[in-house]
């Protein structure tokens, strides 16, 4: 089992700055694969950023250039840090983790006024 926790969320205007947090527990020395995707109000879940152990990253195009994933040593820490934010990025942030099967997060509420 892992176990995902969330913080950073919160309310920004746009061109503004977050950073979100995921702290895992559990069995982490078999994540392989941390990330995070977004759930907008009548919108299906989207993909954000992931990022492997070995450190490779990929992001949706929507966030490229904005946005960057990224760990701490141990790697039971994934941070988003998300630059020039849009109204458009408004969405519950999920962190999820890929160990034996997929796990997530609980979410964080993000939202960007205009």
């Known amino acids: 089992q892992v176990q995902l926790v969330e913080s950073g969320g919160g309310l920004v205007q746009a061109g503004g700055s977050l950073r979100l947090s995921c702290a895992a527990s559990?069995?982490?020395?078999?994540?392989?694969?941390m990330g995070w995707y977004r759930q907008a109000p009548g919108k299906q879940r989207e993909l954000v950023a992931t990022?492997?152990?070995?450190?490779?990253?990929n992001y949706a195009d929507s966030v490229k250039g904005r946005f960057t994933i990224s760990t701490d040593n141990a790697n039971d820490t994934v941070y988003l840090q998300m630059n020039s934010l849009k109204p458009e990025d408004t969405a519950v942030y999920y962190c999820?983790?890929?160990?034996?099967?997929?796990?997530w997060g609980q979410g964080t509420q993000v939202t960007v006024s205009s």
């Open positions: 990022i492997t152990s070995g450190g490779s990253t």
């Open positions: 999820t983790a890929v160990a034996t099967m997929r796990y």
């Open positions: 559990g069995i982490i020395y078999r994540i392989n694969t």
